[in-house]
């Protein structure tokens, strides 16, 4: 069974709107989370690194004011896009890491109309 | 640098055996990982490995030589399900980030 599962699968918001996508770690405590965005045929881009208890470290080119990241526990983290766009459109996936194998949700299809 | 290289795409047939190649590039490497993911899904974890050799999970083998910076996938009686894009990952623990292949998409023909 999945050990990282996030929430909602599927989410469609009016442009100009907020949305919160969680992450949780099921069976273990994830000390790293990562956020990620995969648009079609293409690579998984990681937008951020967070660390439980501090701020999150955001990649080059990804606006931390519109993509929100907490990581208030060790079993929780989440992505809230903000005033979203529909170039914001995309597919979100979250994983995380205590030591050893990094597993990664189920991810997130957001839909910005 | 930080190039990871794989094939952009294999084609097998169903029950034969095929090897992904992965080569990288990498200084403060400290792990690969392989994942599998299917279009419109998220990945799935495969294997990872640390050191040297081969680790074998049922149908799935990966392969490791940190002095070559090389790693290969082994995927033995091919199934139609196994049609995907399997990503060579490494972990970076210097910086804890993931540094991605750019994957291989496989094709399983009956």
């Known amino acids: 069974g999945a050990v990282v599962s996030q929430h909602p699968s599927w989410v469609i918001c009016k442009s100009g709107t907020s949305v919160k996508i969680e992450c949780r770690s099921l069976?273990?405590?994830?000390?790293?989370m990562f956020w990620y965005r995969q648009f079609p045929k293409q690579s998984l881009m990681l937008m951020a690194t967070?660390?439980?208890?501090?701020?999150?470290?955001?990649e080059q080119g990804v606006e931390k004011d519109k993509f929100l990241i907490n990581h208030a526990s060790l079993t929780l983290s989440t992505l809230t896009v903000t005033s979203a766009h529909p170039e914001d459109s995309s597919f979100y996936i979250c994983?995380?890491?205590?030591?050893?194998?990094?597993?990664f949700g189920e991810g997130s299809w957001l839909t910005v109309v | 640098g930080q190039n990871i290289d794989q094939p952009t795409e294999m084609t097998a047939t169903e029950g034969a055996i095929v090897q992904i190649n992965c080569t990288y590039q990498?200084?403060?490497?400290?792990?690969l990982f392989w994942y599998q993911q299917h279009a419109g899904e998220a990945p799935t974890f495969l294997s990872y490995?640390?050191?040297?050799g081969l680790e074998e999970k049922g149908r799935f083998s990966s392969f490791l030589s940190r002095s070559k910076g090389y790693s290969y996938l082994l995927l033995k009686e091919l199934q139609m399900k196994d049609s995907a894009s399997y990503l060579c990952?490494?972990?970076?623990?210097?910086?804890?980030?993931?540094?991605f292949g750019s994957g291989t998409r496989l094709l399983v023909r009956p």
């Open positions: 990498t200084s403060g490497f400290n792990g």
């Open positions: 490995n640390v050191l040297d």
């Open positions: 069976d273990f405590q994830a000390t790293t």
């Open positions: 994983s995380a890491r205590s030591s050893g194998p990094i597993y």
């Open positions: 990952v490494n972990w970076m623990d210097s910086s804890y980030k993931l540094i």
């Open positions: 967070s660390n439980e208890g501090s701020k999150a470290t955001y």
